[in-house]
């Protein structure tokens, strides 16, 4: 091991699938936690209508609570004007929230400043600094344009992903893969600079009514560096999760090549071949992340099992 560029070090959450849930609607908030999902967005943005939005931050706790029970993680996408943000994070921020997804980010000073208010809150509360994340969502022309100061704003910043329909609708083009390609990507290339996790995939979040489409937009969207996304329905999750994550012939290859590149090393050699391929240092540590995320995965799946055993 050892190999791991600086800008890959930063602790992330384990995440494949991240579902919303609208704050204000019961029904979806008692079901969420038997979904399956990696981490809920509790939303307060979107899904919430304006004269909602009040009751819906009343009760943003509870919901919280109530989405992680079975141990997931908990994201509360926030507003964005900005006297809505403010009491979104005065009601988020907390430890029973692990991350607040910030809509329309345009620039880095809108990351500086909601970091800010997370350092108050968290000071006022008596809370480990730094323990509330943030995930910036760019939508609009003008974010895409500052999306890699936005990836590298702010320590807190762990995730970055394109509002495909809001973006589309700025652009004023249809919300289909070859429009959303080029600034789907724009976003990919920023976080990885940046060192933070490129969240979503290629296309619209908004079409869920045909699972093997969707499937197949995941596959592409893993093999261009994405490692997780959000979802809006159910029959999502376990695409998610299973192609976010990988496979039992992945961790068998990655074994492999583990094994292998440690006895040519042990000769003296730096690469060796397998199934016909030349193996060095980068697909050795693909094949170290792919082994750590494996193991990460292990351990969060044994984690919540205990936590579903003893709320029995």
Not at 49 to 75: F, L, M, N, S, Y
Not at 141 to 157: K, Q, T, V
Not at 287 to 307: C, G, I, P, V, Y
């Amino acid at each position: 091991m050892g190999r791991e560029s600086d800008n890959m070090t930063k602790a992330f959450p384990v995440w494949r699938s991240m579902m919303f849930v609208p704050a204000n609607i019961p029904r979806f908030v008692e079901k969420a936690h038997t979904r399956g999902a990696d981490a809920y967005i509790v939303d307060l943005e979107d899904s919430v209508v304006e004269a909602e939005k009040a009751a819906a931050r009343g009760i943003v706790q509870d919901v919280a609570a109530t989405v992680g029970q079975a141990g997931a993680d908990v994201i509360v996408r926030i507003n964005r004007p900005w006297r809505h943000a403010v009491r979104d994070l005065e009601a988020a921020v907390s430890p029973g929230v692990h991350t607040i997804a910030m809509p329309k980010v345009g620039d880095a000073g809108h990351v500086q400043a909601i970091a800010e208010i997370c350092d108050e809150l968290e000071a006022e509360r008596g809370m480990t600094p730094g323990h509330t994340k943030l995930w910036a969502l760019v939508e609009t022309a003008a974010g895409l344009f500052n999306a890699r100061e936005i990836a590298g704003a702010h320590d807190r910043l762990i995730g970055l992903s394109l509002g495909s329909e809001d973006f589309a609708l700025d652009i004023g083009m249809a919300p289909d893969v070859d429009g959303l390609y080029p600034p789907t990507m724009e976003c990919v290339y920023a976080a990885r600079a940046a060192g933070i996790m490129p969240l979503g995939f290629l296309g619209s979040i908004a079409g869920f009514g045909d699972i093997e489409a969707f499937r197949a937009l995941i596959q592409r969207s893993r093999a261009l560096g994405f490692v997780a996304s959000s979802c809006i329905h159910p029959a999502q999750v376990p695409v998610l999760n299973e192609l976010y994550g990988p496979s039992a012939e992945e961790v068998d290859w990655a074994h492999r090549v583990i094994d292998g590149f440690a006895e040519a090393e042990a000769d003296g050699r730096g690469s060796f071949q397998l199934d016909g391929k030349m193996i060095d240092i980068p697909i050795v540590v693909r094949a170290e992340r792919l082994m750590a995320r494996h193991d990460a995965l292990k351990t969060r799946a044994a984690r919540a099992a205990a936590m579903t055993e003893a709320s029995r």
